[in-house]
């Protein structure tokens, strides 16, 4: 994550150089007109004998007319104004040297970004007075940048990064007051920034990051006061930022991380009112962090860490409305209060770690999804916040001083450490490791504590199991196994923690009981599953997913109770079958997530293949929903719920794992419902990691009525089929009936005329609560959204996630007179 907001603004910059680049390409004409002289056959032939010696063009289709040639666009006269060519040329033609640029006279842009060329700046460029546009970013080019490009002096763009070029920034750049955009990151340049630089006050985007540059930033900077983009971080800056700072105005983005930086942040920082991205990090910067950031009301991105700030953090920091990623982390903050950050509506991920922190959690969490505030000095209890109603999905509190009881409802995050603290493991443990919620809560949440290698338990599940013809033969490896890391973990915890020994010691000498709460000792544990499932007799069958039956069994002496997932046997003895099945076990271990159903442990047998799950009580959101009764009871506010659930199960899979797993089946059937109605996507039987080496052709995909309409023609499954599918589930989550026909209708103007309300499922009465309404409109305009056609139009399941957590103003319109054409913005 380091650097990802500061590549996010390099993507940005090239955005901006693309439409640049757009720019002058409407140029032509005028260019054409007014600068090239009289059509002469001569230089003309010049220009296409320099680009044919080039050999970088080589597919031309019309050899005789350069001017139609990819990459390559001429004026009203014939001659050659702008080369943009980007294939690389076979490599003994990659010399820059190979195109002899004086050949062309008019040229106005030369783009040769990323053809991989080598060699040395040429000097020849130094003669086309008339260059505009200069772009040879993304090759391999070396030595230094010439002194005599200061020449130039039309030269809006120039755009040298990511190449070897070493040396000083020529002080001659100084003449270029025309200059809008200089990038030269990723080089090995050194010396000071001239000083001349400074001046150029038509400059918009500078990026020198990830240099060498030494020296000090001068308070001439603040002349710059129409820069929208400031890059000079990973260098090895020194000195203070200068007050004048706050003249920049305009800009937007601010990165002088990673470099060696002392004083304090300058207040007038809050004079920059667009500024969106700050990063400050890795310097020695001290002193309290200003209040005025406060004023900052567009600030998205923040990064302080690493450096030596003291002081609390200012309340006025609730004021900066606009923070998504704030990172404070590693300095010597004091103070109690960690709610201004927290406050933030649109606030993700907080990183308060590694500082002098005190007080008690108190805040009121809302958006937050990654919070770490391990390595401080807070106590009190943790507060009922971080339960299944928060978006929450990753918690770091270790090394603090936090007590008081933990209570289930932290099981639901994916991840959460409490290591280190004082809390208070009391003595109705016991108790509650009889049930099974604590089970779960045991062997996801307790062992991920403090196991920090937990993958360790999946390279053991992909053992392969002896397979044998003997009948006797089966394994159940999954939960001993788990019961290992179990014995691991208090034996870790034993000899680490001294206040828990008496306790621990008892659960160690337990360890049998363990095993038996969970059913999870081989053999034991299959002839209950038999038992209980009277051999798998259909009167305990509960529903047939893709690739089998589902059978619920209550364990004898525990009373838990599991879902089985008996394959079909067939299937299990199909060699493709049975790698989907291994797939399916690998991928399940490696989720946790508060929406996605648990895999306890799977069987093999000769006779038999199943899956062990978390039982669902109220089955799939299809059974529910194509039953009356149920039906009815599943009102706006738990189907908006249950749609948030899926969202943020599907946004979990495709953008927090790594890498990206993409569901390919999302049904209502897929989705199934607890006792309290919350949702667990479930059944990942086709699900396959979306490896960056392996193609993602599939030959069968998905359900009819829920597939991308791009599976059509292609066969490559990508997360934007899911979100497709998702859509699907949504609205017929809310219309309480498959969409059907209205989907393929979605561009008839007559089917755009459909009021909303005439959608929704009439077995419920139409919301009443304004919150109801608006939460169905928000839904449907984003399940909307997601059914585009084009794949690329959809947004992606994060962006759906982060949609449907935020709050929305309501819609001017009454409810009942809304239609859907509406909601198709
Ligand atoms: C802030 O900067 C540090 C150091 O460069 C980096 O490790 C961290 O990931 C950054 N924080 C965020 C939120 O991007
Ligand atoms: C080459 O381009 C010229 C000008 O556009 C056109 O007149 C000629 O027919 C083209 N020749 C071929 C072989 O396409
Ligand atoms: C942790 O809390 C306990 C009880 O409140 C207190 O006695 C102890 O000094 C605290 N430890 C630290 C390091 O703050
Ligand atoms: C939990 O936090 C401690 C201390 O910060 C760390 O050493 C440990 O690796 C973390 N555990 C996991 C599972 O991330």
Same mark, same amino acid.
């Given at each position: 994550?380091?650097?990802?907001?500061?590549?996010?603004?390099?993507?940005?910059?090239?955005?901006?150089?693309?439409?640049?680049?757009?720019?002058?390409?409407?140029?032509?004409?005028?260019?054409?007109?007014?600068?090239?002289?009289?059509?002469?056959?001569?230089?003309?032939?010049?220009?296409?004998?320099?680009?044919?010696?080039?050999?970088?063009?080589?597919?031309?289709?019309?050899?005789?007319?350069?001017?139609?040639?990819?990459?390559?666009?001429?004026?009203?006269?014939?001659?050659?104004?702008?080369?943009?060519?980007?294939?690389?040329?076979?490599?003994?033609?990659?010399?820059?040297?190979? %195109?002899?640029?004086?050949?062309?006279?008019?040229?106005?842009?030369?783009?040769?970004?990323? /053809?991989?060329?080598?060699?040395?700046?040429?000097?020849?460029?130094?003669?086309?007075?008339?260059?505009?546009?200069?772009?040879?970013?993304?090759?391999?080019?070396?030595?230094?940048? $010439?002194?005599?490009?200061?020449?130039?002096?039309?030269?809006?763009?120039?755009?040298?990064?990511?190449?070897?070029?070493?040396?000083?920034?020529?002080? @001659?750049?100084?003449?270029?007051?025309?200059?809008?955009?200089?990038?030269?990151?990723?080089?090995?340049?050194?010396?000071?920034?001239?000083?001349?630089?400074?001046?150029?006050?038509?400059?918009?985007?500078?990026?020198?990051?990830?240099?060498?540059?030494?020296?000090?930033?001068?308070?001439?900077?603040?002349?710059?006061?129409?820069?929208?983009?400031?890059?000079?971080?990973?260098?090895?800056?020194?000195?203070?930022?200068?007050?004048?700072?706050?003249?920049?105005?305009?800009?937007?983005?601010?990165?002088?991380?990673?470099?060696?930086?002392?004083? %304090?942040?300058?207040?007038?920082?809050?004079?920059?009112?667009?500024?969106?991205?700050?990063?400050?990090?890795?310097?020695?910067?001290?002193?309290?962090?200003?209040?005025?950031?406060?004023?900052?009301?567009?600030?998205?991105?923040?990064?302080?860490?690493?450096?030596?700030?003291?002081?609390?953090?200012?309340?006025?920091?609730?004021?900066?409305?606009?923070?998504?990623?704030?990172?404070?982390?590693?300095?010597?903050?004091?103070?109690?209060?960690?709610?201004?950050?927290?406050?933030?509506?649109?606030?993700?991920?907080?990183?308060?770690?590694?500082?002098?922190?005190?007080?008690?959690?108190?805040?009121?969490?809302?958006?937050?999804?990654?919070?770490?505030?391990?390595?401080?000095?807070?106590?009190?209890?943790?507060?009922?916040?971080?339960?299944?109603?928060?978006?929450?999905?990753?918690?770091?509190?270790?090394?603090?001083?936090? @007590?008081?009881?933990?209570?289930?409802?932290?099981?639901?995050?994916?991840?959460?450490?409490?290591?280190?603290?004082?809390?208070?493991?009391?003595?109705?443990?016991?108790?509650?490791?009889?049930?099974?919620?604590?089970?779960?809560?045991?062997?996801?949440?307790?062992?991920?504590?403090?196991?920090?290698?937990?993958?360790?338990?999946?390279?053991?599940?992909?053992?392969?199991?002896?397979?044998?013809?003997?009948?006797?033969?089966?394994?159940?490896?999954?939960?001993?196994?788990?019961?290992?890391?179990?014995?691991?973990?208090?034996?870790?915890?034993?000899?680490?923690?001294?206040?828990?020994?008496?306790?621990?010691?008892?659960?160690?000498?337990?360890?049998?009981?363990?095993?038996?709460?969970?059913?999870?000792?081989?053999?034991?544990?299959?002839?209950?599953?038999?038992?209980?499932?009277?051999?798998?007799?259909?009167?305990?069958?509960?529903?047939?997913?893709?690739?089998?039956?589902?059978?619920?069994?209550?364990?004898?002496?525990?009373?838990?109770?599991?879902?089985?997932?008996?394959?079909?046997?067939?299937?299990?003895?199909?060699?493709?079958?049975?790698?989907?099945?291994?797939?399916?076990?690998?991928?399940?271990?490696?989720?946790?997530?508060?929406?996605?159903?648990?895999?306890?442990?799977?069987?093999?047998?000769?006779?038999?293949?199943?899956?062990?799950?978390?039982? /669902?009580?109220?089955?799939?959101?299809?059974?529910?929903?194509?039953?009356?009764?149920?039906?009815?009871?599943?009102?706006?506010?738990?189907?908006? @719920?249950?749609?948030?659930?899926?969202?943020?199960?599907?946004?979990?899979?495709?953008?927090?794992?790594?890498?990206?797993?993409?569901?390919?089946?999302?049904?209502?059937?897929?989705?199934?419902?607890?006792?309290? %109605?919350?949702?667990?996507?479930?059944?990942?039987?086709?699900?396959?990691?979306?490896?960056?080496?392996?193609?993602?052709?599939?030959?069968?995909?998905?359900?009819?009525?829920?597939?991308?309409?791009?599976?059509?023609?292609?066969?490559?499954?990508?997360?934007?089929?899911?979100?497709?599918?998702?859509?699907?589930?949504?609205?017929?989550?809310? /219309?309480?009936?498959?969409?059907?026909?209205?989907?393929?209708?979605?561009?008839?103007?007559? @089917?755009?005329?459909?009021?909303?309300?005439?959608?929704?499922?009439?077995? %419920?009465?139409?919301?009443?609560?304004?919150?109801?309404?608006?939460?169905?409109?928000?839904?449907?305009?984003?399940?909307?959204?997601?059914?585009?056609?084009?794949?690329?139009?959809? $947004?992606? /399941?994060?962006?759906?996630?982060?949609?449907?957590?935020?709050?929305?103003?309501?819609?001017?319109?009454?409810?009942?007179?809304?239609?859907?054409?509406?909601?198709?913005?």
């Amino acid at each position: 994550m380091a650097n990802c907001v500061c590549r996010l603004l390099v993507v940005n910059c090239m955005l901006i150089m693309a439409f640049y680049n757009m720019m002058v390409l409407l140029l032509p004409s005028v260019v054409g007109t007014s600068m090239a002289p009289s059509s002469n056959s001569s230089f003309i032939n010049e220009e296409r004998k320099a680009l044919l010696e080039s050999g970088w063009w080589n597919d031309y289709r019309n050899i005789s007319h350069h001017c139609e040639w990819y990459g390559i666009l001429c004026n009203e006269a014939g001659s050659v104004i702008h080369i943009y060519m980007d294939i690389p040329p076979p490599k003994e033609l990659r010399l820059i040297q190979n %195109l002899k640029v004086t050949a062309f006279s008019n040229l106005y842009s030369l783009d040769l970004y990323g /053809m991989g060329l080598t060699g040395n700046i040429p000097l020849e460029i130094c003669t086309f007075t008339n260059l505009s546009a200069l772009y040879l970013n993304h090759n391999h080019l070396q030595g230094s940048i $010439p002194v005599q490009l200061g020449n130039l002096t039309r030269l809006k763009y120039l755009s040298f990064y990511n190449n070897s070029l070493t040396g000083f920034i020529p002080s @001659t750049f100084r003449k270029l007051v025309n200059l809008t955009s200089i990038l030269l990151s990723f080089n090995h340049l050194e010396g000071p920034i001239p000083i001349g630089l400074w001046n150029l006050t038509e400059l918009l985007d500078v990026d020198f990051s990830n240099n060498l540059l030494t020296g000090e930033i001068p308070s001439s900077l603040g002349q710059l006061k129409n820069l929208l983009s400031l890059h000079l971080d990973s260098n090895k800056l020194e000195g203070i930022l200068p007050m004048e700072v706050g003249n920049l105005t305009q800009l937007k983005t601010f990165s002088l991380s990673h470099n060696l930086l002392t004083g %304090l942040i300058p207040s007038t920082l809050g004079q920059m009112e667009n500024l969106t991205s700050f990063c400050l990090d890795f310097n020695h910067i001290t002193g309290p962090i200003p209040r005025e950031l406060g004023n900052l009301r567009l600030l998205k991105y923040l990064n302080l860490s690493h450096n030596s700030l003291f002081g609390s953090i200012p309340l006025e920091i609730a004021n900066a409305i606009s923070l998504v990623e704030v990172d404070l982390s590693h300095n010597n903050l004091t103070g109690s209060i960690l709610s201004p950050i927290l406050k933030c509506p649109y606030v993700e991920k907080v990183d308060l770690s590694y500082n002098f922190l005190n007080g008690s959690i108190t805040s009121e969490i809302t958006c937050v999804e990654n919070l770490n505030l391990s390595h401080n000095f807070l106590n009190g209890i943790i507060p009922p916040i971080f339960g299944i109603y928060s978006v929450l999905h990753k918690l770091d509190l270790s090394y603090n001083n936090l @007590t008081g009881k933990l209570y289930k409802d932290l099981a639901h995050l994916p991840y959460i450490n409490l290591s280190y603290n004082s809390f208070d493991f009391s003595s109705d443990l016991d108790l509650k490791l009889k049930t099974p919620d604590y089970c779960y809560f045991a062997k996801d949440t307790l062992i991920s504590y403090h196991m920090p290698n937990f993958t360790s338990c999946h390279f053991l599940y992909q053992t392969n199991p002896p397979q044998t013809r003997n009948s006797k033969a089966f394994m159940l490896i999954a939960l001993p196994i788990v019961g290992f890391i179990l014995l691991v973990f208090l034996s870790t915890v034993y000899f680490t923690r001294s206040t828990f020994n008496s306790k621990l010691k008892g659960m160690l000498t337990k360890n049998g009981d363990l095993f038996s709460i969970w059913n999870y000792d081989g053999k034991i544990a299959f002839d209950d599953i038999i038992k209980a499932t009277e051999d798998f007799d259909i009167k305990y069958c509960i529903g047939t997913g893709g690739y089998g039956s589902v059978y619920r069994a209550q364990l004898p002496g525990s009373g838990n109770i599991v879902a089985l997932k008996k394959l079909h046997q067939m299937e299990s003895q199909n060699p493709s079958f049975d790698r989907s099945f291994r797939n399916e076990v690998k991928m399940l271990t490696e989720i946790r997530h508060k929406n996605i159903v648990r895999l306890h442990g799977y069987c093999l047998h000769n006779r038999y293949m199943f899956l062990i799950y978390q039982y /669902m009580e109220r089955g799939s959101l299809f059974y529910v929903l194509n039953n009356d009764v149920e039906a009815e009871e599943l009102n706006w506010t738990k189907r908006v @719920t249950i749609i948030k659930g899926m969202a943020q199960a599907l946004s979990y899979m495709h953008h927090d794992c790594n890498p990206p797993i993409i569901h390919r089946d999302v049904t209502s059937s897929n989705v199934l419902l607890n006792s309290k %109605l919350e949702a667990f996507v479930s059944d990942f039987g086709t699900a396959r990691l979306l490896d960056p080496d392996s193609s993602n052709q599939t030959l069968v995909v998905g359900t009819y009525g829920y597939i991308a309409p791009e599976l059509a023609y292609t066969l490559t499954v990508t997360e934007k089929c899911d979100v497709y599918s998702f859509g699907v589930v949504a609205l017929e989550t809310l /219309m309480g009936r498959h969409p059907g026909e209205l989907i393929s209708s979605l561009s008839n103007s007559s @089917t755009q005329h459909i009021l909303l309300k005439d959608l929704l499922d009439s077995r %419920l009465l139409l919301p009443v609560l304004p919150k109801e309404a608006q939460d169905i409109v928000h839904v449907v305009t984003l399940a909307l959204a997601c059914l585009c056609s084009k794949p690329k139009s959809r $947004p992606s /399941m994060q962006q759906v996630a982060q949609e449907l957590c935020s709050s929305k103003p309501p819609s001017p319109l009454p409810f009942p007179e809304i239609s859907i054409n509406q909601l198709m913005t």
